[in-house]
């Protein structure tokens, strides 16, 4: 992508500088990564119209993207997870979109698969809320930007479950199971990346985070999902002493058994 070098220097020193906290020269590398001018555009609306004040650290690095911790004007934490426009490792999600029904006016534009992308995670949030599943409440969605709400405990975000110490396992368990099955009758989602690395922790609670690939429980590879969502967490609990059988929960969950 070309960038308008002069043009992104002129809004970073007017807005940015003073909003986007960076504390030192890794927090630089992943600004410049993250934040072209497109993406600036779009930080910048969104702090104009109050959606946030500053960005104040980054939580997350990911391949596609990043999760900073952000702070409204009345002082509350928020989420922002912002999807990489400037780096090709989307190169990825453009080929899981060709070729997708409902993807086909996108072309070859992957700014704008980026986008729709990101707008399928917000839905994705909004149909978790609304089923009161727990996940983080969706705030706006704006081309490759996503507010959230923020999960974390005094400003510090909340542990994965992969690094808390489990004291029921067995009552974890079954909520987390429960949210699964929910998932699937009530929001008509399969998660599709269903781990104890997206689960977030506070005190013995979990929510789910990272649904932008979740897909609806009619897409010809929601089946398979689910079987792979529930491999994971038989997996993940038979280490913590509990033993169940996946068929058996794929059968619960789907309302055949
Ligand atoms: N709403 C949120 N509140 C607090 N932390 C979050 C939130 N969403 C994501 N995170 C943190 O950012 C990380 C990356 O976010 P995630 O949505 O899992 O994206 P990906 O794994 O695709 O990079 C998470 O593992 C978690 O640590
Ligand atoms: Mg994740």
Redesign the pocket.
Known sequence: MEIDEKRLRKLESKVLAYRIRIKDADQRKIYDEVFDESTLLTIYGMMSSGILNTLDFP?????????F?ATTADGDF??V?IYRISNSTFNNIQKYIAGDERFKNVGKSRRRAIFLWAQK?YRNLERMASNKIKA?KPIKCQKNVIA?????VDGN??P?LKDVEIRKPGKLFKTLFGHIKSMYQDAKLVHA?FSE??I?MIDEEP?I????QAVLTKHPMASEFLDRDLKNLVRFFKKHGISKDAETLKSDVVGDG
Do not use: F, Q, S, W
């Open positions: 939580i997350a690095t990911g391949k596609e993207g990043n999760v911790r928020i989420a997870k995670e983080p959230m709400e923020y999960i974390g975000p909340a994965h990346d690395y997206n977030l929510t985070i990272d649904v932008g």
